[in-house]
């Protein structure tokens, strides 16, 4: 009999314990951050990556053997140097070869031109008169044009001792060459690049192919720019995609105003595809996903109650809720993780 008693009062004890526990457990409150909802404006984008590169690039080499020469830059002061700007049509380099510029025999083609032309004119002349026939004024406008492609012949042989820029850009690369040296014909002489513009050659998932349109901006940032962003454009879009990889090819144009991006930096651009105002706007990372839908918690007098949430635009960090939710309503955004419906909250810095 006393043993039965001892254990009715254990066992009473014990569940007295159990509910004490709980009790305290349920006065517990989770520590939270929560916001107020307010209308938002969010965008729906694409992002792209990839590495950017000059619209415009070229590389120079000798067409003839020479004597290399470095000209003076812009300034009048200092030999061309990398990273110079040179404008279009500027001597960058020039190959001193006297025997390669008597064998052109300029100024003898120049006078034979000259000769030719004075035949031609007066055999027009004599010809409107009736004083030669059409047969000699054709011969004398033969001899004319003859002379005229040997004398542009030798001007386009003599500018290739002369190494000019055909674009204003910048010097990317200037391999050295002691004075008067030598150079062999098809030697790299120098590279130049316009960067004002630049191209990016990119590879969009199939599932994008309805968004993405030739002619749509692009915002392209880098680690360089810091806030700032630039203008970029589709231009380019390849119908086919890739059977391997479920993608297609496009390329894009970035004006670089202030040469603030380099060739070969690394991008990533934004494509706005879609857009909405006045909308209710959360961070996707507060978003609850369970197998029957998403969820967030909404604070209501001190109590977390899970509801459930329907989406619509959303980017990387943000998404757009159509249903679920209403303006003026606290969400929690910090804390949520341990959470229960109906928790008990403490707000929360």
Same mark, same amino acid.
């Given at each position: 009999?006393?043993?039965?008693?001892?254990?009715?009062?254990?066992?009473?004890?014990f569940?007295?314990?159990?509910?004490?526990?709980?009790?305290?457990?349920?006065?517990?409150?989770v520590?939270?951050?929560?916001?107020?909802?307010?209308?938002?404006?969010?965008?729906?984008?694409?992002?792209?990556?990839?590495?950017?590169?000059?619209i415009?690039?070229?590389k120079?080499?000798?067409?003839?053997?020479?004597?290399?020469? /470095?000209? #003076?830059?812009?300034?009048?002061?200092?030999?061309?140097?990398?990273? *110079?700007?040179? $404008?279009?049509?500027? +001597? &960058?380099?020039?190959?001193?070869?006297?025997e390669?510029?008597?064998?052109?025999?300029?100024?003898?083609?120049?006078?034979?031109?000259?000769?030719?032309?004075?035949?031609?004119?007066?055999?027009?002349?004599?010809?409107?008169?009736?004083?030669?026939?059409?047969?000699?004024?054709?011969?004398?406008?033969?001899n004319?044009?003859?002379?005229?492609?040997?004398?542009?012949?030798?001007?386009?042989?003599?500018?290739?001792?002369?190494?000019?820029?055909?674009?204003?850009?910048?010097?990317?690369?200037?391999p050295?060459?002691?004075? /008067?040296? #030598?150079?062999d014909?098809?030697?790299?002489?120098?590279?130049?690049? *316009?960067?004002? $513009?630049?191209?990016? +050659? &990119?590879n969009?998932?199939?599932?994008?192919?309805?968004?993405?349109?030739?002619?749509?901006?692009?915002?392209?940032?880098?680690?360089?720019?810091?806030?700032?962003?630039?203008?970029?454009?589709?231009?380019?879009?390849?119908?086919?995609?890739?059977?391997?990889?479920?993608?297609?090819?496009?390329?894009?144009?970035?004006?670089?105003?202030?040469l603030?991006?380099?060739?070969?930096?690394?991008?990533?651009?934004?494509?706005?595809v879609?857009s909405?105002?006045?909308?209710?706007v959360?961070p996707?990372?507060?978003?609850?996903?369970?197998? #029957?839908?998403?969820?967030?918690?909404?604070?209501?007098?001190?109590?977390?109650?899970?509801?459930?949430?329907?989406?619509?635009?959303?980017?990387?960090?943000?998404?757009?809720?159509?249903?679920?939710?209403?303006?003026?309503?606290n969400?929690?955004?910090?804390?949520?993780?341990?959470?229960?419906?109906?928790?008990?909250?403490?707000?929360?810095?």
């Open positions: 009999m006393k043993k039965l008693l001892v254990f009715i009062i254990s066992v009473s004890i569940a007295a314990c159990g509910n004490q526990q709980e009790d305290l457990s349920s006065d517990i409150s520590p939270v951050s929560v916001t107020e909802l307010k209308p938002q404006s969010i965008q729906k984008f694409i992002e792209i990556n990839g590495s950017v590169k000059p415009k690039e070229v120079l080499k000798a067409e003839i053997s020479g004597k290399y020469h /470095l000209m #003076k830059s812009s300034s009048g002061i200092n030999p061309y140097t990398l990273g *110079d700007i040179v $404008k279009e049509g500027a +001597e &960058i380099i020039w190959l001193e070869d006297f390669y510029e008597n064998n052109i025999k300029l100024p003898s083609q120049k006078l034979n031109l000259e000769i030719t032309k004075q035949v031609f004119d007066k055999q027009q002349s004599l010809f409107d008169k009736g004083g030669v026939t059409l047969s000699e004024l054709k011969n004398a406008e033969i004319y044009m003859n002379a005229k492609y040997t004398y542009d012949d030798a001007m386009i042989r003599l500018q290739k001792m002369h190494v000019k820029a055909p674009f204003t850009g910048a010097i990317v690369d200037l050295y060459f002691t004075p /008067l040296a #030598k150079i014909v098809n030697s790299l002489l120098v590279s130049i690049m *316009d960067y004002s $513009k630049l191209f990016m +050659e &990119i969009l998932a199939e599932k994008n192919l309805e968004y993405i349109k030739s002619g749509q901006t692009v915002q392209i940032t880098n680690y360089t720019l810091l806030d700032d962003t630039l203008k970029g454009t589709i231009t380019q879009l390849s119908p086919a995609i890739d059977p391997e990889t479920r993608s297609f090819k496009g390329m894009i144009v970035i004006d670089n105003p202030g603030k991006l380099r060739p070969g930096m690394f991008a990533k651009g934004e494509v706005v879609a909405a105002a006045n909308s209710i959360i996707k990372e507060i978003i609850v996903s369970k197998q #029957k839908g998403n969820y967030v918690f909404v604070v209501e007098k001190g109590i977390a109650y899970e509801r459930e949430i329907q989406i619509g635009l959303e980017n990387p960090k943000q998404v757009q809720v159509v249903s679920g939710l209403k303006v003026g309503e969400i929690v955004v910090k804390g949520f993780e341990t959470l229960r419906n109906e928790s008990k909250i403490k707000v929360v810095k």
